[in-house]
């Protein structure tokens, strides 16, 4: 990727050439660039990826919560002035190859971002996105619709006339659902430490409410300036070519902001003065929560990666379970209920602080004063020091040490997607915007190599004990903050505050509530005008390849177990995935395989603990996991030996460096894991978190009907196994006796090495990704020679579909199941249907009628009328299934009935108003099928040759997609409407909802909801 650009050259687009360095890491060159007139600055990646990324970066400063920097990240994809319409980016999608479109809020700063693999798509969405950030319309509609706005319960209802809010930031927060009352002192004390004099205070919580739609427009003039912007740039167009197309298209018309570039230098974040002597402060937090303490050190510029590597070190060293002696140590006083590691400063702005928060349990006695009360609080950070002070003397041991640096030398090589399925890219902008955007060069914080080498050279047990004392035991920047709960502070709640302003309100402010409620319900159903949709640029069907990349696929053998082998250059890591098929089991073992799964991971084997086994896959395997895979058959290219069945997937991820060990562990825990330690057993289930997991339930209970494939989903990922866990959790948590309680521990013990044996003796198949191929292959005949070819599946399993679940449906269309989730916030809907079969002609309508679901009329009701934060389809025509799903959802009755009634009256016409729109639809189903990461990349072909898919298939999927026609979708829509009148096989709908939503809905329709995570003793 030679480039003729020289640094200090200024080109024809007004941007002067800052600097060009080599990144072979990268495999990029990076030229960094300033616009001369704005002084908005880019930085370039350039290398051979087709796929192509940029993102526009603000320094978004926060005083004490995000909520304004996040409602205008919403409002500023509502519409700009030269796309003056409600939801250009929805418009944007619908006739794109995009591969993310997006953007995100950060403490210190705001990224909208966007990727694709077309050169003329990506220019269309770097042109909206560039008017959006500069020019956008920021109405008090669009306040009202993404930020808050407040309506009376109508008639009917059974709080009619009670004060409500709506919104989408607002339902996306879920009325403090993410709230953490330690992590908000933590924003008091990031405060604190980098202020001159910190002041004890009151605990004060955040609330959406305590932003308005001016503050919105005030802080975009403040922070939205080219001046204050960061263009990261990826891929392989020239970056003559992007700078011409950003100058033309954003920067020539832009004032001369250069005097603004340097005022803002001063303004934004404010540079730390070291402390000459320690300081304390005491936050005041409501109710009878734990009182804990704080110690915070300010350790320097993150920006420095000398720094940034010290400080990730230490966190490892003493807040990392699995790493830290100290974290064991200090948790074994009475004292100290947990100690953790809040984030630090880098969550804020450019400064490190290292956080130690303790919850600690006070005996209080009627004697107990101020003074008396404070010793205990000293009495736990002297625990604190002491063992900081121990572990000074002691260091800790080189293995550990060890363990840690490959950890962090995995994580920063492994190519992953970022969160949110983005592109690698993405993880890229991120690492250069932490010293980017504090006015540093963009590849100071990019660079890994080189530093990292050096780092290495440094480390021995010397050098941590060095750190401790420089960074916390020496350091006089140091903050110790009392946290204390006072039963004097009410917190008001959501409900509260607007029942006290309903009160208070007069007839008059009651009704221009009314009115502007009105008024944005009619703004939501205008139909945006269509010389404004029509601005909106998109790609036409003649510029889709209507071929197909191809995965390289070569085979191998090990003892008859067959090797697929996918050879990707992957950055000197090696993927290797061992699948055996768990269907030669007995059918009523499988509810308890997820279980085993875990089991397995967290075993140890004869000689070796679980703990010992656990330190050696991290210092040898960046990444063991253990899952389970449902991989039904395209009965086109139909393998019984190997297509349609169910497996049991092990997969070690490592440095190529150490692909030995890794296989030699590996195949130690496969073979012998030892499963005589289950006294614990109940810390094998996991924590859920119900509010993000609650879609996925809903969704795999209201479709279990529809396919075998399905109802095993259900068995394994489903409310029925959150049931099993469940139950077993609380035997081992009841008053049970003890007779009993071994009694079931023998028996799962005795099932678990019988899963195992009937395992490792079912035959395997094996994947290898990766650039190291013949020292794979070598190393998995020194450890896995025993493995021989699949043995055939169970008859019994083969046909079997009667599940004998505890939780069954009860309810079938019209009719939802409800069940009540006290963890939720709101609501989700789930509306399943039975898919059309892979390879039929109808397999890929559906998926361009999906497309149409997620971006059209359908999503904007839903979304923008209904307050529906997630709106989308599922469809995988293996499995069998098709559903719509709601999350975020305040009206989850009203979703499913606008959901149904749409399928009983759509037509292909009433969506495809003109031919555009099926068009449009077309390119983003084909978009569907994105760029993956190596690794991704080599396990989608491994799945895809355990369904019988080829690459074959895969062409004549994406050319039928390319043809469909009004016509087949029309069948589509009728198939699915079809399925509502069906009494035979009828479709079941679940709705999980909050107390109130669920007793609504109870009103309504006479359901008498669930609990079914209810333990039943």
């Not at 250069?432 to 590849?443: R, V």
């Not at 948590?733 to 019988?754: G, P, Q, T, V, W």
Request: with cysteine; glycine share 4%.
């Amino acid at each position: 990727m030679d480039t003729a650009l020289k640094k200090n050259q200024i080109l024809e687009s007004d941007f002067k050439i800052l600097d060009i360095v080599d990144l072979p890491e990268f495999q990029s060159k990076g030229i960094w660039a300033i616009h001369q007139k704005t002084g908005a600055e880019i930085f370039h990646l350039l290398n051979d990826d087709i796929e192509n990324f940029f993102s526009f970066t603000f320094k978004t400063p926060s005083e004490f919560t995000f909520d304004t920097a996040h409602i205008l990240e919403h409002m500023v994809l509502c519409g700009s002035k030269a796309y003056p319409i409600k939801d250009p980016f929805n418009c944007l999608e619908k006739g794109s190859l995009l591969t993310s479109l997006n953007a995100e809020t950060y403490f210190s700063k705001t990224c909208y971002f966007s990727s694709s693999v077309n050169e003329h798509d990506y220019f269309n969405s770097m042109i909206v996105n560039a008017d959006a950030v500069f020019n956008p319309l920021l109405t008090q509609k669009s306040f009202m619709q993404e930020g808050y706005h407040y309506y009376f319960a109508p008639k009917g209802s059974k709080k009619f006339g009670e004060l409500k809010l709506n919104g989408v930031v607002f339902n996306e927060m879920n009325l403090n659902a993410y709230k953490n009352t330690y992590l908000e002192c933590n924003f008091c004390i990031l405060e604190s430490i980098l202020s001159e004099e910190p002041d004890s205070y009151k605990y004060k919580s955040s609330c959406i409410l305590d932003t308005n739609w001016n503050d919105v427009n005030e802080y975009h003039l403040k922070w939205y300036t080219p001046s204050n912007c960061r263009i990261f740039l990826y891929g392989n167009i020239p970056t003559e070519k992007q700078l011409l197309v950003l100058n033309e298209n954003v920067f020539s018309s832009a004032e001369n902001e250069q005097e603004a570039l340097y005022d803002k230098k001063k303004d934004d974040f404010k540079k730390v003065k070291k402390w000459k002597e320690p300081k304390s402060n005491k936050i005041s937090i409501p109710g009878n929560k734990n009182p804990a303490i704080a110690v915070s050190w300010y350790c320097g510029d993150l920006t420095n990666i000398k720094y940034y590597f010290d400080y990730k070190l230490l966190k490892e060293i003493l807040t990392e379970k699995e790493n830290s002696d100290f974290f064991k140590e200090i948790n074994s006083y009475a004292i100290i209920i947990n100690i953790f590691s809040l984030p630090g400063g880098e969550y804020r702005s450019r400064e490190l602080i290292f956080n130690l928060t303790a919850e600690i349990d006070i005996d209080y006695k009627e004697s107990d004063t101020e003074e008396s009360i404070e010793e205990y609080y000293l009495a736990a950070l002297d625990i604190i020091y002491k063992e900081l002070k121990r572990l000074c003397r002691t260091g800790i041991s080189r293995e550990t040490l060890k363990r840690i640096i490959y950890k962090m030398e995995f994580e920063n090589k492994i190519i992953r997607k970022g969160d949110g399925g983005y592109p690698f890219s993405y993880n890229l902008m991120g690492r250069s915007l932490e010293a980017w955007q504090f006015n540093k060069k963009p590849w100071e914080s990019l660079v890994f190599d080189k530093p990292f080498a050096d780092f290495k050279k440094r480390i021995n047990k010397r050098y941590v004990k060095n750190l401790i004392r420089k960074y916390l035991l020496n350091n006089s920047h140091y903050l110790f903050t009392i946290i204390e709960p006072d039963t004097d502070i009410k917190e008001i709640s959501i409900t509260e505050r607007l029942e006290k302003m309903r009160k208070n309100m007069t007839l008059k402010e009651k009704e221009i509530i009314q009115e502007k409620a009105q008024e944005l319900k009619e703004y939501q159903n205008k139909e945006d005008d269509p010389r404004h949709t029509a601005k909106i640029p998109h790609i036409s069907l003649n510029e889709i390849d209507p071929n197909i990349s191809f995965i390289k696929r070569e085979y191998a053998d090990i003892n008859g177990a067959p090797v697929i082998i996918n050879p990707i250059l992957n950055n000197c890591i090696s993927n290797i995935h061992i699948a055996f098929p768990v269907d030669t089991l007995d059918p009523e073992t499988y509810l308890g395989l997820p279980l085993f799964t875990r089991a397995i991971r967290k075993s140890g084997v004869p000689g070796l603990s679980p703990e010992e086994i656990d330190h050696l896959l991290k210092r040898n395997i960046g990444c063991f996991e253990v899952d389970l895979e449902i991989l039904p058959s395209l009965q086109i290219n139909f393998n019984p030996d190997i297509q349609g069945r169910e497996w049991i997937v092990f997969s070690i991820i490592t440095l190529d460096e150490n692909i030995g060990p890794a296989l030699h562990l590996a195949n130690m825990i496969i073979k012998e894991a030892d499963f005589s330690g289950l006294e614990n057993m109940h810390k094998l289930i996991p924590d859920l978190d119900i509010e993000m997991e609650c879609s996925n339930y809903a969704n795999s209970f209201s479709g279990y009907h529809n396919s075998r494939s399905i109802g095993i989903t259900e068995i394994w990922g489903g409310m029925n196994q959150y049931i099993f866990q469940k139950n077993i959790e609380h035997k081992f948590l009841s008053e049970e006796n003890e007779k009993e309680i071994n009694a079931f521990i023998s028996e799962m013990r005795d099932i678990f090495y019988n899963y195992r044996e009937v395992i490792i003796n079912s035959g395997a198949i094996i994947n290898i990704t990766g650039n190291n191929i013949n020292k794979t292959i070598k190393e998995l005949k020194n450890h896995f020679g025993w493995l021989s070819a699949p043995k055939p599946c169970n008859p019994e399993i083969k046909n079997w579909n009667n599940y004998n679940l505890a939780l069954e449906t009860k309810y079938s269309y019209p009719l939802p199941d409800v069940f009540l989730c006290d963890d939720l916030r709101s609501g989700t809907c789930a509306v399943p249907f039975r898919a059309s079969p892979a390879g039929s002609i109808l397999h890929p309508v559906e998926r361009v009628l999906s497309n149409l679901l997620e971006t059209g009329s359908f999503y904007e009701n839903l979304r923008l009328k209904g307050g529906v934060y997630i709106v989308q389809t599922r469809l995988n025509n293996l499995l069998g299934g098709f559903s719509i799903i709601t999350d975020r959802d305040p009206d989850p009755l009203r979703s499913l009935e606008f959901i149904t009634g749409f399928f009983k009256n759509a037509s292909a016409e009433s969506i495809i108003k003109d031919k555009s729109v099926l068009e449009k639809a077309i390119i983003g189903t084909i978009a569907e099928y994105t760029p993956c990461t190596p690794s991704s990349m080599g396990y989608t072909d491994f799945c895809d040759y355990l369904t019988g898919i080829e690459n074959k298939d895969r062409l004549k999927r994406r050319r039928e997609i390319l043809t469909v026609t009004p016509k087949l979708l029309d069948e589509a829509i009728k198939r699915f409407s079809s399925q509502l009148e069906d009494s035979v096989n009828p479709i079941h709908p679940v709705i999980i909802a909050e107390k109130n939503i669920a007793k609504q809905i109870r009103k309504k329709t006479g359901i008498r909801y669930r609990e079914f995570w209810k333990i039943e003793k």
